[in-house]
């Protein structure tokens, strides 16, 4: 005599015709949606900067007259070109004359000098290549104790903030991002002792505030990159 649990479980239903045609079309956007995106941005950028630089050169040095099409990409050779030019002549001593003139200029104008020095002071700090970049990527325990957020440490406090501060130890400047936007959150300062130093990379830990927790480095689980260190200490 059979009983219930000698019977044969029914295969699983394979999924329909449908249900295919709609997971194959997902991973399609997965694959494609990344590179068409970028692609469109970058073929984006590069018309708006032929829409504004080729008007600016002169009709009769623009390669459309001597090819027949109108190339895009043109105006942004033209452009990193004449970048580069400028650049090479305000390292020397003529370039920076003539820089400094200018600015002596513009600092007699109230509201020309505020608009300048404020874009002047946001570019030297997006593409200057100098020490203000931010060192290591370290976790702070923000907005409250037992609550914690990554923060990158970009240096440690000087002159009238240490004196200020009601502290004995070291205080260290601490910038903590937002997501999904990383470039704007708090300075904040922390004791030594209270920032705790990450060993990811700052790209890393930016790529891990921008995706909200969802990218993690190396695209690993970190319970996985915990578990490896420990066998590699052992």
Not at 71 to 83: A, D, E, N, Q
Not at 90 to 98: E, N, Q, V
Not at 217 to 227: C, L, S
Request: proline share 8%.
């Amino acid at each position: 005599m059979n009983t219930p649990f000698d019977e044969t479980p029914p295969p699983p239903r394979r999924p329909g015709l449908f249900a295919r045609l709609r997971s194959s079309f997902l991973t399609g956007i997965v694959v494609i949606a990344p590179v068409g995106l970028t692609i469109w941005l970058l073929w984006s950028v590069m018309g708006w900067v032929d829409g504004v630089v080729l008007p600016l050169v002169p009709h009769t040095f623009q390669p459309e007259q001597y090819i027949g099409i109108n190339l895009r990409g043109v105006g942004l050779i033209i452009f990193l070109l004449f970048t580069i030019v400028v650049g090479w002549i305000a390292k020397g001593i003529i370039g920076r004359s003539l820089i400094g003139y200018a600015e002596q200029l513009v600092d007699r104008m109230p509201v020309v000098r505020s608009i300048y020095s404020g874009i002047k002071q946001i570019s030297e700090t997006v593409f200057a290549q100098s020490e203000r970049s931010f060192e290591k990527a370290c976790l702070i325990q923000y907005p409250r104790r037992g609550i914690w957020a990554i923060g990158f440490i970009s240096t440690t406090a000087k002159g009238e903030i240490v004196k200020r501060a009601e502290t004995s130890g070291r205080l260290i400047s601490v910038f903590v991002p937002t997501t999904p936007n990383p470039t704007s959150g708090f300075l904040l300062y922390f004791p030594e002792e209270d920032v705790v130093e990450l060993d990811m990379t700052v790209e890393d830990a930016a790529k891990l505030v921008i995706s909200a927790g969802l990218v993690y480095p190396n695209g690993k689980d970190p319970v996985e990159i915990t578990n490896a260190k420990a066998a590699k200490d052992q």
